[in-house]
């Protein structure tokens, strides 16, 4: 599986990135990965939920026709469980609120963000999963912008529930269970 993922998601990205060839410098490109194993290299704030030991692998794909795509797998789970996942704006810390909010392409002068407005896949990155009986899952999902500048995602969360999606709610999913840095 470690193989398989890098090589899908360039397998799925390479029709978007090939096309009518445009003036574009290397920099308006990105790959990045990481992984991690919780209680090690990435940090789990609720071990019943997400154990120590357990692993987690994040693949972003960048490039200016295509926007961002981002793979979260994760292993050795809870089997059969419901999780969120997004990218936040910190770098991960001892607890969940080290990683700060969701990245927003267009940030919510309103924090927390629950304006579905704001808060909604297309303006985050949003990795929710269900992991399997084995407690492995995987999410994918691409928006169609890059990050810009020095205002990049630094961080995967997993959090308790499937993201809610109503006015009020929108873009909560409960407690912060793990947090995973991710250099985007």
Do not use: I
């Given at each position: 599986?470690?193989?398989l993922?890098?090589t899908?998601?360039?397998?799925?990205?390479?029709?978007?990135?090939?096309?009518?060839?445009?003036?574009?410098?290397?920099?308006?490109?990105?790959?990045?990965?990481a992984?991690?194993?919780?209680?090690?290299?990435a940090f789990t704030y609720?071990?019943?939920?997400v154990?120590?030991g357990?692993?987690a692998?994040?693949?972003?794909?960048?490039?200016?026709?295509?926007g961002?795509?981002?793979?979260l797998v994760?292993?050795?789970?809870v089997p059969?469980?419901?999780?969120g996942?997004?990218?936040?704006?910190?770098?991960?810390?001892?607890?969940?609120?080290?990683?700060?909010?969701?990245?927003?392409?267009?940030?919510d002068?309103?924090?927390?963000s629950?304006?579905?407005?704001?808060?909604n896949?297309s303006?985050?990155i949003?990795?929710?999963?269900?992991?399997d009986?084995?407690?492995?899952g995987?999410?994918?999902?691409r928006?169609?912008?890059?990050?810009?500048?020095?205002r990049r995602?630094?961080?995967?969360?997993?959090h308790?529930?499937?993201?809610?999606t109503?006015?009020g709610?929108?873009?909560?999913?409960?407690?912060?269970?793990?947090?995973?840095?991710?250099?985007f």
């Open positions: 599986m470690r193989r993922v890098p899908l998601l360039a397998l799925c990205c390479s029709a978007a990135l090939a096309g009518p060839a445009e003036a574009a410098s290397s920099s308006d490109f990105g790959l990045v990965t992984r991690g194993e919780f209680g090690s290299t609720q071990p019943s939920l154990p120590v357990a692993r692998s994040v693949y972003s794909l960048s490039a200016p026709s295509y961002t795509g981002v793979t994760v292993h050795g789970l059969g469980r419901d999780y996942a997004h990218a936040h704006t910190k770098p991960c810390g001892p607890d969940g609120a080290a990683a700060g909010p969701h990245y927003q392409k267009r940030v002068p309103v924090s927390p629950v304006d579905p407005a704001y808060a896949p303006n985050e949003w990795l929710d999963l269900t992991t009986r084995f407690g492995t995987f999410s994918t999902t928006v169609p912008w890059q990050f810009s500048g020095d995602a630094a961080s995967v969360v997993l308790e529930t499937h993201t809610h109503h006015p709610h929108a873009g909560t999913a409960g407690a912060r269970l793990a947090c995973l840095t991710v250099p």
